[in-house]
């Protein structure tokens, strides 16, 4: 029975509450003539005489609204500076002037949020990425970051719809995990709680035993999968590399996906078909013409991050990635073996020596995407000695004694790998040789579930990861990873 | 130029490459007759002299897909057990049995991967939450965390389309921050790289200095909100709490949003109008008939993990929830003050006493959802002292000496609070204040940005929290957080 409640208050919610219209929804929907209002920030304005014109954002589209206040707002537009808060009510009407259709004209305004000129960081003049980063929570508010910022959300959009459409099932895998990635030194550690010697490490560690931030939800996308059979996720990563370069954070987003598949003779098969759902995904996520049109990408393409890029290079490069993801011939795909006779071939003067079973360094890697194939590439089947434990073997090839993996890496030009991926082994006795064979305790604490998997029922399967900051960069003709997340974290540097 | 390239080989690609149908595809779309092919495990099988029955499980459903082995396949039948991995072909055809309207006549069977019955954790009899979390990899494979999983997956996909209507930017903030949260012992910290103490703490830090594990992702959402606008993520936050309840976790996931507001007079209204979009919210994802006319719901209220509630009682919750997600009539707001009234009225022997200024406990928030309200309820207008410095305080109120914040909590039944949120105090002078009065220092690193976001422009805006595994746990009828998850993690708990 319920009470009868006097003081309860009821507020009106229809089943789909709204928010009110933003920009971007004002410009695709209200009618000329119509008043409207609306908050937003200002991202530039020129004041004259009996006018002033000004460009506001509400982060909902690149180009924001222009906006013209006339001579009776004048004692409050000389208090808006770049950077304050207003809002704003008036009507939207046809566009005098070039640059866009339609702009708003101002029957009032209200400064919610001041903003003092003198000190604001933001400023109109351009701003190289390196000043921005030391203003890490206020440089959304450059077109390039803020636009970088929901090209992400829509990548991660189109990434969804696929998944989705594939029947997936998308997970979450933990952060904290048992496993140091092998001893690497690469996986960060939780501070235990006592630094107390004389205890046991039980009572030492909020675990009972350490704990670390994973490098990979792989391992553990592999438990889910064994049930769920298709399974992603995309999730926080974190790798402890002192090493700082332009491809590196200390943490990233990184899309990994594992799926059964039903068992075929030859591995080479799985690979194939692997890199093909690879390749669909990124081809349907870019391809999109809603993305590829966007005013984000045009922002992005057309910011001069890295002047040591010409222009006309930058519009190449955004004409080469278009054409790689609508572009109705499939990507190359090679192994190994032949990577390493065409960089024999070429005749150029490595930095590092080209030897089958040496890894591709970025230098080839670089030149396999960007000169030999001039688009994306699936180099496969790589040395066994170069891959980690997980990975299938290849079935042996006549007149090659060396054993190589089915797995593939994704190079795409000015970015080098963009994923990386492989058929799991399924086979126990196999995987515990194989992880025998790097010195690895099949039957410790941390592996020995991993393992557990293959005894009841583990199946043919594959999977990849593909580094969401990566895909940003390449898509979005971004330089440097700091610049492909909101908040970068790399050694020695942590802002808020 | 491009190089010609006699030894890339092309695989064909379909501009939407498709894998095969999944037992759930095929039981919807595959016309009886039709030959089909599947990979799946066997949830369980059943031995007759002539025939056998298997359910087969590949993720995809709950209920799975009935195969019919005959006389002829004995001799493979006779290797598979539960768990085991099959690749089976065969045609479907109309069920006789009961239970299911279709069924598959398996033409042929291979075993991709053998289960050994003695050993199988995973067994037909009832296995109690407890003994699965000692096998959390693989725990997937019953009915209920398959389900829990399944479900997680559909609440993402309805939470990520009800931002996307209402014009949300889908964000990534870091795990890594530099807070540790106010000092109260609940933020993990990454272990220093030295513990050598004749270094200078930057030479022993990864970043430079201390770095923790977010326990929000609030802060660093505003600074997203600031350019944005109307920010959300859904992300996992961590707290070091000792104590062991049902519901907390070490680990979490969190879905956090933040948006610009239009300036109100009365805060109040700010409140209200942040209700109503969370009920939205919840309505919008959680009524969505497809989700509560779902197999995953049967199954999860189904299950009989808790055996103190009564089939009837979980009945009765279940058609609770259901009409408080679907009915016309809104939740009901109250105040904190009307709640510390109603709860002095109820004349209930208390174990926390009840009394205007202490924080609500479990109890209390049980009474108000359960038994007062019998479903969602609102919470709002906290007093100060019980809320962080971040919220905006309302005006003073006439006859009340107490200062209150516009805030609420949202209780539901046998989950107590689901979310939590606020309109946020933009007015740096205020936001000081506030700090000072909880003795933290504004002008420090750890916070300084923050109050920089009100000095540039900084306006009126709200946000809220829900933690995620709580809302699974209310949809799924779920008593403990620790079957909402994956792979939980608790204080001195973490396997895999």
């Known amino acids: 029975m319920r009470v009868f409640l006097p003081r309860l208050r009821h507020y009106s919610t229809s089943t789909r509450f709204r928010l009110p219209p933003t920009i971007h929804e004002v410009l695709q929907t209200t009618p ?13 304005i020129r004041k004259q005489k009996r006018i002033a014109f000004g460009v506001l954002s509400d982060g909902s589209s690149a180009a924001g609204l222009q906006a013209v206040f006339h001579d009776d707002l004048r004692e409050r537009v000389n208090e808006i500076s770049n950077g304050t808060s207003l809002h704003v009510t008036g009507k939207i009407v046809e566009s005098l002037g070039a640059g866009q259709s339609r702009e708003l004209h101002v029957d009032d305004v209200q400064i919610i949020g001041a903003c003092d000129p003198e000190l604001y960081p933001i400023q109109k003049k ?14 959304a508010r450059t077109d390039a970051i803020a636009a970088m910022a929901r090209l992400r959300g829509r990548l991660m959009q189109g990434m969804n719809q696929y998944f989705a459409d594939q029947s997936f099932t998308y997970t979450h895998t933990p952060v904290l995990t048992s496993g140091d990635a092998e001893g690497g030194g690469e996986a960060f550690r939780l501070a235990p709680i006592s630094q107390d010697p004389t205890l046991p490490e039980r009572d030492r560690e909020f675990f009972s035993h350490p704990a670390y931030l994973t490098v990979s939800h792989q391992l553990h996308l592999e438990a889910l999968c064994s049930a769920l059979n298709r399974v992603y996720t995309l999730s926080p990563c974190f790798r402890a590399e002192r090493g700082v370069t332009r491809r590196h954070l200390a943490e990233f987003w990184m899309l990994e996906a594992e799926w059964g598949v039903p068992p075929v003779p030859d591995p080479h098969k799985q690979t194939a078909a692997l890199c093909d759902f690879v390749e669909g995904l990124v081809r349907g996520v870019v391809g999109d013409s809603a993305l590829l049109g966007s005013e984000d990408m045009d922002v992005l393409w057309r910011h001069r991050e890295n002047d040591s890029v010409s222009v006309a290079d930058r519009e190449k490069r955004r004409d080469a990635l278009v054409d790689a993801v609508t572009r109705e011939a499939p990507w190359p795909h090679m192994t190994y073996s032949d990577a390493i006779r065409q960089l024999l071939q070429a005749n150029r003067d490595w930095e590092f020596p080209v030897r089958w079973g040496n890894a591709l360094q970025s230098e080839h890697e670089k030149w396999l995407c960007e000169e030999l194939v001039g688009g994306p590439v699936f180099v496969t089947d790589y040395p066994a000695n170069l891959k980690p434990f997980y990975m299938r073997a290849n079935l042996p090839v006549e007149g090659e004694s060396e054993l190589t993996m089915g797995c593939f890496d994704l190079l795409v030009p000015h970015v080098g790998e963009l994923a990386g991926g492989s058929v799991r082994e399924e086979r126990l006795e196999l995987l515990k040789a194989a992880m025998a064979s790097k010195g690895m305790d099949a039957d410790g604490e941390q592996y020995a579930w991993y393992c557990a998997l293959r005894e009841f029922g583990g199946a043919p399967h594959v999977g990849f990861g593909m580094g969401f900051e990566r895909l940003v960069g390449w898509v979005g003709g971004v330089d440097n990873v700091r610049e492909c997340i909101p908040m970068p974290r790399w050694a020695g540097r942590m802002l808020m």
Chains 1, 2 share one sequence.
């Open 32 to 44: 000329v003539g119509q008043p409207v209002s609306l908050t937003a920030w200002v991202k530039s």
């Open 126 to 139: 351009a701003m190289n990425a390196e000043y921005l980063r030391d203003y890490t929570h206020l440089r």
